[in-house]
């Protein structure tokens, strides 16, 4: 059973840096596009950031264009949500995610796995 298992997280300043860091436990093919999405208090969930299979493509959401990044390790089915000049607004619950196809996309309705969520908070 493949299970999406998220760490990192937890408060920031303004400004600062934190990193989300999420393996596909169980997986032992490495077919599948992931992602990070995150749903702030009161709103939808939000696309942030999107990785292919191999790591050579990735879509990045405009809230976050230019401060986040994501990368992959494909050896180990892990994604690192890398997120820089961080602020308030983006405190939130950040999701994981695995899609069904191997390209990377900015729509949840792709996704068939999703990890339990882990909260970062930046105060100003």
């Known amino acids: 059973q493949v299970q999406l298992v998220e760490s990192g997280g937890g408060s920031a300043q303004a400004g600062g840096s934190l990193k989300l860091s999420c393996v596909a436990s169980g997986r032992t093919d490495r077919r599948y596009a992931m992602a990070w999405f995150r749903q702030r208090s009161g709103k939808e969930r939000e696309f942030v950031a999107a990785i292919g299979w191999s790591g050579a493509s990735t879509r990045i959401g405009d809230s976050v264009k230019g401060r986040f990044t994501i990368s992959r390790v494909t050896a180990t089915n892990t994604i690192t949500l890398h997120m820089d000049f961080l602020e308030p607004e983006d405190t939130a619950v950040y999701y994981c995610?695995?899609?069904?196809?191997?390209?990377?996309?900015?729509?949840?309705?792709?996704?068939?796995?999703w990890g339990q969520g882990t909260q970062v908070t930046v105060s100003s």
């Open positions: 995610a695995e899609a069904f196809r191997g390209s990377p996309s900015e729509d949840s309705e792709d996704y068939a796995l």
